[in-house]
């Protein structure tokens, strides 16, 4: 009986968790696309030099 009481009051909380999730990970893709290709060729700098 105490889970049926606690599921409507626990919606609102895991919509707002969603809701946190979905926007952190947005803003997570938006940042790594953005900074990719620095990161790439800061990472791929001093492999570049090496001799084969």
């Known amino acids: 009986?105490?889970?049926?009481?606690?599921?409507?009051a626990l919606l609102p909380l895991l919509a707002s968790i969603a809701r946190f999730v979905i926007s952190y990970l947005y803003s997570l893709v938006l940042t790594t696309t953005h900074f990719?290709?620095?990161?790439?060729s800061m990472c791929m700098l001093?492999?570049?030099p090496l001799p084969r």
């Open 1 to 8: 009986m105490g889970k049926v009481n606690l599921l409507p």
């Open 36 to 40: 990719t290709h620095s990161s790439i």
């Open 46 to 48: 001093p492999f570049l």
